[in-house]
């Protein structure tokens, strides 16, 4: 799992320093300023979601959830339509 995620941070960062060596060239610097934290904030929030993902559930949190699950009644059945 960490030479994976060592892997999606270099592709991160690579494309980060291509897309601001573009902006540098044709964006004004203030907007370079907004453009740069907005990126920081993508590229937190995308490897907040990898890791959530990539990452298996504590065993305390399975459980958990294994038995918060409704049970089904009688009155969950499907009625009969004559």
Excluded: F
């Excluded at 907007?31 to 559930?57: D, K």
């Excluded at 089904?72 to 009625?79: E, L, Q």
């Amino acid at each position: 799992m960490s030479g994976d995620r060592e892997r999606v941070i270099e592709l991160v960062n690579e494309l980060g320093s291509r897309v601001g060596h573009v902006l540098s060239e044709m964006v004004p610097p203030a907007a370079q300023v907004h453009l740069l934290n907005a990126q920081r904030e993508l590229i937190t929030a995308l490897m907040l979601i990898y890791e959530n993902r990539v990452a298996p559930a504590p065993a305390a949190t399975r459980g958990r959830r294994a038995r918060a699950r409704r049970r089904t009644t009688t009155r969950d059945r499907k009625i009969p339509i004559e």
